[in-house]
């Protein structure tokens, strides 16, 4: 299997290619590529450490194509951080067209690769994402993933800091999208606690600042880099377990097809060996919950309409 990640040479690049080369499954080959020079150089610095995981670098436009030819997944963490008093929003017209022409090649080089994006805003560019693989053709909605498992880790982080033990993966779902009031975790379903409407409300809140007060934090030198690629990794894993055909792999993700609720939307699914096989409709929702899901959905429904009105 070939995972081919693009941002290599980034914060969350590197960060996640190093998780990559320790957990991808033997025999994997991870392929990473930059624009920056110096991805040859991350690959060989990891290919030093010791394992069945071949990796191979690409910088620079001309070898893209290179990179991407023969990808099973291709993961994408390119592109412009926000800065202090940014909403990701912000970052449209900085990222669209790079994803547009990254898509664009790997529509032509690896057509049938399940695409994993992380760049912001993801509510946009992944709707957009979607768009310029329509018009190559070779769309399948079951391929096309936005990477949300970062606010399920910071769900769960939180959750367990306050509620004072350890919340296992997939305890906590987080349905949506990924940005301010699009993230909605469903706390009030996590078993074993009696938490009020007002608890619940702040503890969500804390969940959708998480990004920006990280941005905060890194004072104007980047947003969140390592628990994205922690989240990202875990995704990626069970993306491959799936693919190669272990049954009852769920995580949430942010995808096209699966909600009654938007075109777009994150929420449990299934993963299969042609990608995500099955959503998992989050409802029934209590009345809070209802509430929440009631008010962000326009704006929701606005940013997905940005990202496809992009390509025409
Ligand atoms: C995050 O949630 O940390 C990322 O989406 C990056 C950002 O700008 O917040």
């Given at each position: 299997m070939k995972v081919t990640l693009i941002g290599a040479a980034g914060g969350i690049g590197q960060s996640l290619s190093l998780l990559l080369k320790i957990n991808l499954p033997v025999g994997c080959e991870l392929c990473l590529y930059d624009l920056n020079p110096s991805t040859p150089g991350i690959a060989l610095d990891l290919s030093h450490i010791p394992n069945k995981v071949k990796v191979t670098g690409y910088s620079g436009s001309d070898s893209l194509?290179?990179?991407?030819?023969?990808?099973?997944?291709?993961?994408?963490?390119?592109?412009?951080?926000?800065?202090?008093?940014?909403?990701?929003?912000?970052?449209?017209?900085?990222?669209?067209?790079l994803i547009r022409n990254l898509m664009s090649s790997a529509a032509h080089s690896c057509p049938n690769a399940c695409f994993c994006l992380i760049t912001n805003p993801l509510n946009s560019l992944v709707p957009l994402a979607a768009t310029v693989l329509k018009q190559a053709g070779i769309y399948n909605p079951r391929k096309l993933f936005g990477v949300t498992s970062l606010d399920i880790i910071r769900a769960e982080s939180i959750l367990s800091q306050y509620l004072q033990r350890d919340i296992m993966p997939g305890e906590i779902q987080v349905i949506g999208g990924h940005s301010g009031q699009t993230i909605q975790p469903l706390i009030s379903r996590v078993s074993g606690h009696d938490l009020d409407e007002s608890e619940i409300r702040s503890l969500t809140q804390q969940i959708q600042d998480c990004g920006t007060t990280v941005v905060k934090a890194k004072a104007g030198y980047g947003s969140a880099t390592l628990a994205m690629a922690s989240a990202g990794m875990r995704f990626i894993s069970s993306l491959i377990r799936g693919l190669k055909g272990e049954e009852n792999i769920v995580e949430c993700a942010y995808v096209e097809g699966g909600s009654p609720y938007s075109k777009f939307f994150s929420q449990p699914l299934r993963l299969g060996k042609h990608g995500w096989s099955e959503a998992i409709d989050p409802a029934p929702f209590d009345a809070q919950q209802q509430r929440a899901l009631d008010a962000m959905l326009p704006s929701l429904r606005e940013e997905i309409a940005l990202g496809e009105k992009f390509c025409g």
């Open positions: 194509i290179s990179a991407l030819e023969n990808s099973d997944i291709v993961i994408i963490t390119a592109g412009i951080a926000r800065k202090p008093g940014m909403e990701r929003s912000d970052l449209f017209n900085a990222n669209a067209n």
